[in-house]
């Protein structure tokens, strides 16, 4: 706390100060305050120091001494202007800069004898001696003057804002607690050996001091409670995995496997394994994902001839349901469409055109591909060359002699979805009698496997004059489509 007279003003500014300044301590230990200069000029009175009264929480004394706080130094630590010496006076002026301090604040570089050595300058010329001067009269003794008022007794002028020759402080004066306060009534509670407070000075409804009971036990002949997991809510660890005990966790925070229960299918909306391909059960698939024939309903064929049944995945129509194939050259630049079903996802390597094969076949000229039913192209292949027709191991001597049977091409392997497709087959270039098919006959202007109605309208047989390789799209209701052919045989294949 810093003290300055009562009440200090400043008649040319019209200010008027008075109260001592507290400067609280921060978690540090430091403080910072502004404080008048104590030579600050225009101040009314003049001469006076600062009382500096310290107030640490346990420590028995605490210090109080002067300061000046003169204008020409600004900033001042308290740790260097607090007095450490009992013998010393009870203030401590503070020092201002020295020259030397200036002259290196205004731009001096060197050290202080540097310094020095640069205010001596040259010696000058020794001046001519001056006249005798006229030697002067005695003056007449003055009056004596009129004695001051006598001021305060000593250097300190208040202590704790107490203006005495002899002041005396009690504890209130410090802002301490009195000595007599410890334990007594309305004082302050004091603590024992081991830093806590005494029994004897707890309120009544604490105990004293002592546990009655814990949980509703009390203690025992040494003042300690033993409970159990019961007696407070919890769950004893012997129950952890036992039996109507609580299930134990992994490490990875899930039931072991061996305290997880088993359900049956029924339990957990599930079909049981026996009612797979049992009466009233569910179909199975064999290894090629499809249903066996044993259990399809009747209404389905069976022991009919398929096109697995011959090697194929998919055809356009039984090849053998056909009276009196002819064979008919293919068309150079005709880009023949023929429909097929695909009713379940079927993967396909090949299309295989039912021929008959002449010379010259063995040129890079056909192509083949497949088309969906909205017109896109799902694979093309490139223009290849072909074998001749009936060559197959296996084939009759008729078949191989006369060059009549499959001609397969190839191209990127395709799982075609369910739907309905076209299967696309061109001979680029090349003459009107280098390659024949053999086809269903048609003498119509459309072919009559364009039979349906127009709710699903799906010409299973036409094609696309000027063609020399596969389009990206086809259209079958675009002035260019015709249907006035005789259609090829074709299938798919794996």
């Keep these: 706390m810093f003290r300055a007279p009562s009440l200090i003003t400043f008649p040319d500014s019209d200010v008027i100060l008075g109260g ?41 004394m605490n210090r109080v001494y002067q300061v000046l706080l003169p204008a020409e130094t600004p900033a001042v630590d308290i740790a260097d202007i607090a007095p450490t010496d009992p013998t010393t006076p009870t203030y401590v002026a503070v020092r201002g800069d020295s020259a030397y301090e200036v002259a290196v604040k205004q731009g001096f570089a060197g050290t202080v004898a540097q310094w020095l050595a640069s205010l001596i300058g040259p010696q000058g010329a020794k001046g001519d001696a001056g006249a005798q001067g006229v030697k002067g009269d005695k003056g007449d003794r003055g009056d004596q003057g009129v004695a001051g008022t006598a001021g305060a007794p000593g250097v300190v002028q208040s202590v704790n804002g ?8 009690d504890a209130a004066a410090v802002h301490a ?66 039996a109507s005990g609580v299930a134990t966790l992994g490490t990875d925070g899930i039931l072991t496997s061996g305290q997880r229960p088993t359900y049956t299918a029924a339990q957990v909306g599930a079909l049981a ?20 024939v044993a259990q399809m309903p009747t209404v389905v064929a069976k022991n009919s001839w398929t096109p697995q049944a011959l090697g194929f995945a998919a055809w356009s129509f039984d090849p053998g349901s056909v009276a009196n194939p ?54 093309a292949s490139s223009a290849v060359a072909l074998n001749q027709a009936g060559q197959e191991t296996g084939a ?66 036409w094609y696309i004059a000027a063609q020399s390789t596969l389009p990206t799209t086809v259209s ?3 002035s260019t489509a015709l249907a006035d052919h005789d259609i090829p045989i074709v299938a798919l294949a794996a």
Excluded: C
Excluded at 162 to 169: D, E, F, G, K, Y
Excluded at 273 to 292: E, F, H, K, M, W
Excluded at 328 to 355: C, D
């Design 177 to 242: 607690v009195p000595d007599t306060a410890p334990g007594a009534p309305n004082g302050v509670a004091q603590l024992d050996a081991t830093g806590k407070v005494p029994a004897a000075q707890l309120p009544a409804s604490s105990g004293g001091g002592a546990v009655s009971t814990v949980a509703g036990k009390s203690p025992d002949g040494a003042g300690n409670v033993a409970l159990v997991a019961a007696d407070v809510g919890a769950v004893a660890t012997t129950e952890k995995g036992a």
């Design 20 to 60: 001592p300044v507290s400067a609280p301590l921060d978690a540090q230990g430091a403080f910072a305050v502004t404080l008048p200069a104590t030579d600050a000029p225009g101040m009314n009175p003049t001469g006076w120091s600062y009382s500096v009264a310290e107030q640490l929480a346990g420590v028995q």
């Design 162 to 169: 107490i203006s005495a020759a002899a002041v005396t402080l």
């Design 396 to 461: 009759l001597p008729a078949m191989v002699a006369n060059h009549i049977g499959a001609v397969p091409l190839s191209f990127t392997s395709t799982t075609l979805t369910p739907g309905r497709y076209w299967v696309a087959w061109l001979m680029t270039v090349g003459g009107t009698a280098d390659f024949s098919f053999f086809h269903v006959q048609n003498e119509a202007p459309v072919a009559t496997a364009n039979f349906f109605m127009t709710t699903t309208p799906f010409p299973r047989a």
């Design 326 to 379: 002819a064979a008919k050259y293919l068309t150079p630049q005709r880009l023949y469409l023929t429909g097929v079903n695909i009713t379940e996802s079927t993967t396909v390597t090949k299309a295989v055109l039912f021929a008959r094969g002449y010379g010259g076949v063995s040129t890079n000229r056909y192509m083949a591909g497949i088309y969906r039913e909205d017109g896109t192209r799902v694979v």
């Design 273 to 292: 394994t026996t009612a797979r391909a049992a009466a009233n059960g569910v179909a199975s698939l064999d290894s090629t994902t499809r249903i066996p």
């Design 476 to 478: 079958p209701t675009a």
